[in-house]
């Protein structure tokens, strides 16, 4: 007489004929849906020229592989804005020249690397050129001859008393020098504050140079300045700090910030 054997494994049962062993089937259990892994940005170049434009594209990478376009969903964050835009869709525009890097999130997961992005001149625009030349030491050199080489040939310039040399600013300007020690503290941003008040020439270049020899080995200066509604931020660095742009009002609000220096030598040129 022939017998069925009936196993029964995890809610699975298996028939098993007469004389064949029996075997069980292991349920699939269902699969976990895939993450977003990480954001990766692309880009056509990473030099592009001022006032341009260039698309960039976010991909999210997935757990299980896939790479698909969320750039629509994407938010961008911009280290220097000054240097580049970039509206929600990834449209990117080259505002001045300089560099940055671009980070982009999606369901706040970062890029694990920023997009460096370098903006550049267009070949032939004219600029100015500012330069403070400096012994090893920081202090001034009078006399010295810089010469630059550019596509219009060779130009040569001898440095000032206080070691500058400058392309010179369109219209008439006064060099002013000022040695001072910090009066104020600005205890929420660390530093040392000084203020002062020029009253200038709209449309002409304010160039300035702080620098200081009663400052620490790391400490650090820095030029700020407003006019017109808008605000200038000098470039800042060990004991010493430069500023230079367009006056747009016949006023200027100077403010020199000190990182563990207590006095500086301030050198500017105001437009007349």
């Known amino acids: 007489m022939c017998r ?19 075997s069980a089937v292991q349920p699939t259990a269902p699969g976990a849906p895939p993450y977003v892994d990480h954001t990766e940005i692309e880009g056509p170049q990473q030099a592009i020229v001022v006032g341009s434009t260039a698309q960039l594209n976010v991909f999210a990478v997935m757990s299980d592989g896939t790479r698909p376009d969320v750039t629509r969903d994407a938010t961008f964050t911009v280290i220097d804005e000054r240097v ?3 509206a929600p869709a990834g449209f990117a525009t080259a505002k001045t020249s ?27 625009r004219p600029f100015r050129l500012s330069v403070v030349v400096r012994d090893d030491h920081g202090g001034a050199i009078a006399g010295a001859r810089v ?6 040939g060779v130009r040569h310039a001898i440095s000032d008393g206080n070691g500058f040399a400058l392309v010179p600013n369109p219209g008439a300007f006064i060099e002013r020098r000022v040695e001072q020690y ?91």
């Not at 069925?4 to 029996?22: D, F, I, K, S």
């Not at 369901?107 to 690397?113: A, D, G, M, P």
């Not at 160039?207 to 030029?223: F, H, K, P, R």
């Open 4 to 22: 069925l054997a009936v196993t029964v494994l995890l809610a699975a049962t298996t028939v098993a004929a007469c004389g064949e062993r029996p």
């Open 84 to 86: 580049v835009t970039v």
């Open 98 to 124: 300089g560099s940055t890097g671009i980070f982009a999130s999606y369901r706040n997961v970062f890029t694990r690397l920023g997009y460096g992005i370098r903006v550049i001149e267009p070949p032939g």
């Open 147 to 152: 010469t630059s080489t550019g596509e219009d």
């Open 182 to 272: 910090f009066d104020e503290f600005d205890y929420t941003a660390g530093d040392a504050v000084w203020h002062t008040r020029i009253a200038t020439r709209a449309g002409g270049f304010f160039d300035a140079a702080v620098e200081s020899d009663n400052c620490d080995y790391n400490g650090t200066l820095q030029i700020v300045a407003r006019s017109g509604g808008l605000a200038f931020t000098g470039v800042s660095g060990y004991c010493y700090g430069r500023l230079r742009f367009v006056v747009p009002a016949e006023d200027i609000e100077l403010t020199v910030r000190g990182f563990k220096a207590t006095s500086f030598r301030l050198t500017y040129r105001e437009p007349r």
